[in-house]
């Protein structure tokens, strides 16, 4: 019971996340009227919090005793952020710098959410169930990346954006409270001083498979990015498309990520872990050249924009699925944790620059233009992989000497 709590909880957030990440960029762009300077900008004030706190976080939160509650204050923190916004709407006093701030502090609980959500797992769930568990949540924030766009996007055509997020902020009041409704003896605190980054940094870098994956995923978010933070503005004001709409296409991946799920364990039998992995780092960016080719009527327009989003979703898959197998494999039990941490720190680091970049593209470029150069970039992420260890890979490595 207190499982599926906690997944109801996780499972209700994640959804949160993602129609806040559609709605605040909608809210920007049809409310605030921002330009390609400012969406960089908001991106970059979402994401950043994951370059500044991952590793920070994780250490506090570690010493903390009581992990599910700094859970429910980041619920009930990140509804109450959200509520300012339509407030602010209809007392006609929204602006940039409200939004940049709320974008800011919401990436700062979602972070303290992510990082405390993992020693309260391990109270709730018996090792022996680690594996289901651990597919029960990963299939909720899989669909959330591909349904929750979609949700966020109808909600907006129906309600309009200051309206959806108020729908949103009570998604997560509702995850906090089914974390009020879980009573777990959660881990002790952590003793000792020290965050133990330096070890966990150095074992990437002198592992060759490690530090390959690593430099081509950091590479294809930094472009990714630069796409994301320049699509919304993209598809709404030179593409045309309605909310409905847009949150239709974003959630047609769906789909594409059931199949890539389904399909990767077969195609790493069939071909082997590394050039599997290879195809994907290829698969996933590849399909985004679709956007700024897109043009001619709406339908084919739409055809185009779903196809992209039908095939990154198989693609983003896989590259998950088989990059998190092979790099968790790699590493030795005793830095599982810190190796992670300082994964997410460069991972997720990365993504604010490339919306910033992305953003500063737009402005000066264009917006098409910038779109161009994101997708090549992206495409070079491939080449860390191919020319390293890790394309010769048939199955999954043994642990790697730290």
């Known amino acids: 019971m207190g499982f599926r709590r906690y997944w109801s909880a996780q499972t209700v957030s994640y959804f949160g996340d993602e129609i806040s990440t559609l709605a605040l960029p909608l809210l920007a762009v049809l409310i605030a009227g921002a330009g390609p300077a400012e969406m960089g900008y908001l991106t970059a004030a979402l994401l950043t919090p994951n370059l500044l706190f991952s590793l920070v976080a994780g250490a506090w939160v570690d010493r903390r005793p009581h992990k599910r509650r700094i859970m429910i204050l980041a619920d009930v923190g990140r509804a109450l952020l959200l509520g300012t916004l339509p407030v602010a709407y209809v007392l006609d006093a929204l602006t940039m710098p409200q939004l940049y701030a709320v974008a800011f502090a919401m990436g700062t609980l979602a972070v303290l959410f992510e990082v405390a959500r993992g020693p309260l797992f391990v109270s709730l769930v018996d090792r022996r169930a680690y594996v289901e568990a651990n597919t029960l949540i990963n299939g909720s924030r899989a669909m959330s990346l591909v349904a929750g766009p979609s949700i966020g996007g109808f909600l907006v055509q129906l309600l309009t954006a200051p309206i959806a997020l108020v729908a949103d902020a009570v998604s997560y009041l509702v995850s906090a409270y089914f974390l009020t409704r879980i009573r777990p003896t959660e881990p002790a605190p952590a003793r000792g001083g020290g965050l133990g980054i330096g070890e966990g940094l150095r074992f990437i870098t002198r592992t060759p498979m490690m530090r390959s994956i690593l430099l081509g995923t950091t590479t294809v978010n930094l472009f990714n990015f630069m796409f994301a933070a320049l699509f919304v503005l993209y598809a709404t004001r030179d593409l045309h498309l309605s909310p409905g709409l847009l949150g239709t296409v974003l959630g047609a991946g769906a ?47 739409l055809g185009m924009l779903f196809a992209a989003e039908f095939l990154c979703a198989v693609g983003v898959m896989m590259l998950d699925i088989v990059s998190g197998s092979v790099q968790t494999a790699l590493t030795p039990e005793r830095l599982l944790a810190r190796a992670s941490g ?11 620059i490339g919306a910033l970049i992305g953003g500063g593209l737009g402005a000066a470029l264009g917006v098409r233009e910038a779109l161009w150069i994101a997708t090549a970039g992206a495409l070079a992420g491939v080449f860390w992989v191919f020319f390293s260890p890790v394309r010769r890979l048939r199955e999954l490595p043994e642990a790697a000497g730290a």
């Not at 300082?342 to 680091?349: E, H, L, Q, S």
């Open 342 to 352: 300082v994964r997410r720190t460069i991972n997720y680091g990365i993504r604010p």
């Open 255 to 301: 789909v594409g990520g059931l199949i890539g799920a389904a399909v990767t364990g077969r195609v790493t039998r069939r071909f082997g872990i590394g050039p599997t992995l290879v195809f994907s780092f290829v698969l996933f960016p590849a399909p985004l050249l679709l956007v700024p080719l897109a043009d001619g009527p709406t339908p084919v327009v």
